[in-house]
Nanobody
């Protein structure tokens, strides 16, 4: 199994920045893809960004492209989400996810963290 722990959430004014971290532990050698998702109150969980562990290929949702950057430090088994130019509509609980397969479509990922709250006012 793989355990994921997110950190770095908080409250920020519109236009500000936050950096989220996701630390993985356990059978991290099996992880092939990691991603960030978010869920706003009353809405479904949505995909934000993904990164392949080998090679670092990334992908972003249109709503965050050019503002958010996903990156990784494989030596620390940690994935980051740098969020700039934050908007009130970015307010959500942000979740980290990992999978041993190619980056899954939708929400069918093998491992999930508990989430970290981001509030933009």
């Amino acid at each position: 199994h793989v355990q994921l722990v997110e950190s770095g959430g908080g409250s920020v004014q519109a236009g500000g920045s936050l950096r989220l971290s996701c630390a993985a532990s356990g059978y991290t050698y099996s992880v092939n893809c990691m991603g960030w998702f978010r869920q706003a109150p009353g809405k479904e969980r949505e995909w934000v960004a993904t990164i392949y562990k080998s090679g670092g290929s990334t992908a972003y949702a249109d709503s965050v492209r050019e503002r958010f950057t996903i990156s990784q430090d494989n030596a620390k088994n940690t994935v980051y989400l740098q969020m700039n130019s934050l908007k009130p509509e970015d307010t959500a609980i942000y979740y980290c996810a990992a999978d041993y397969r190619a980056c899954p479509r939708g929400l069918l990922w093998s491992y999930w963290g508990q989430g970290t709250q981001v509030t933009v006012s």
